[in-house]
Structure formats: C-alpha cells, structure tokens
C-alpha cells in the first residue's frame, strides 16, 4: 500500500499538507518547515520530500503503538502521531488532524491542525490492516515547488517579475 502526502502550504513557520490513502480516506497533516536539502535545524525541520517504509513500532517517547518511517536521511525516530500544533507537538515528525485550524495565541503557533486523535485512529487503522494483510506499507512525500510564501511574492509582482 502506497500512502500520499502532498504538501501544499508551505512557509518558513510549518509545513501543511494532506495525506491520502488508496481507500480514499483522506486527512490533513502538519510539520515543521521544510529547510533546503541537506540543511537541518534540530527539532524544527520536517523530512526531505520522498518515499519511506512505514511500520509499527512502540514509541517510547508517547509509550504507544504508532507508525514509524523507516530510513530517513538526517533523522531518527520520526513518526506519525497526534498533535495539534508543530511548535509544540512535533520535532520533525507528522502530526496528523481531519481539519485545519488558525493560529494559536497560546502556542504560538501559526497554524494548528484539528481532530488529530480521530485522524490518528483513521490512519493506524489502515496501516495496521495492511501490515496484518502482509502488504508492504510506503509514504509518498511530495513538496511543491514553489511555497506560500514565493506565491504571494509572485501574485503581487507586476508584468516584468519584480515587486509592485
């Protein structure tokens, strides 16, 4: 089985984007900014943009069953879990919810993801099933090109590509 994350709200704060598994299901997912190949900030840089072996495994930092990739280039232990907010929640690993939400006075986040123990159970769900099945599970990660941040650039350039 072949999960897709597409991320699609990128900005040098958090990484939005949505996780789509071959049943349809789909949910939202939240990660600290991607950074520039091969640049690491420790515990506030989401993973390169790839495919990855999933697994489960017992988190012994959340003392649970979750989801685990495999072979991560710079990192170790990144999971799949609950969470709501990357400044918080999240240390390079995806944080997953059924919506997105605004940002957090409290946290100071800019932006937090809603529902995520619903999603979570939703996402361990089909992963164990595959697992148990005999299936091979695989995240597809996928970044755009061009982040929020550079569209808006972009939307406010005038015909020659500079600033308006």
């Not at 897709?4 to 958090?14: A, E, F, N």
């Not at 361990?124 to 929020?148: C, F, H, K, M, S």
């Amino acid at each position: 089985m072949t999960i897709y994350m597409v991320r699609d709200d990128c900005t040098d704060k958090r990484t939005l984007g949505t996780m789509t598994f071959p049943d349809g299901y789909a949910c939202q997912t939240l990660e600290d900014p991607v950074r520039p190949e091969g640049v690491k900030v420790p515990g506030d840089t989401a993973i390169g943009s790839g495919t990855y072996r999933v697994t489960i495994s017992r988190s012994q930092r959340w003392q649970r069953m979750l989801p685990i990739l495999h072979s991560v280039a710079m990192f170790d232990g990144i999971r799949i879990h609950p969470g709501n907010n990357n400044k918080a929640d999240t240390t390079g690993c995806i944080l997953v919810g059924t919506q997105r939400g605004v940002f957090s006075v409290e946290t100071g986040a800019e932006m937090q993801i809603l529902h995520s123990r619903e999603a979570m159970e939703q996402v361990q769900r089909r992963i164990a099933e595959a697992l148990a099945n005999g299936e091979q599970v695989w995240l597809d990660i996928v970044t755009p090109r061009v982040t929020t941040s550079e569209t808006f650039h972009l939307a406010s350039a005038d015909a020659t590509g500079f600033p308006a």
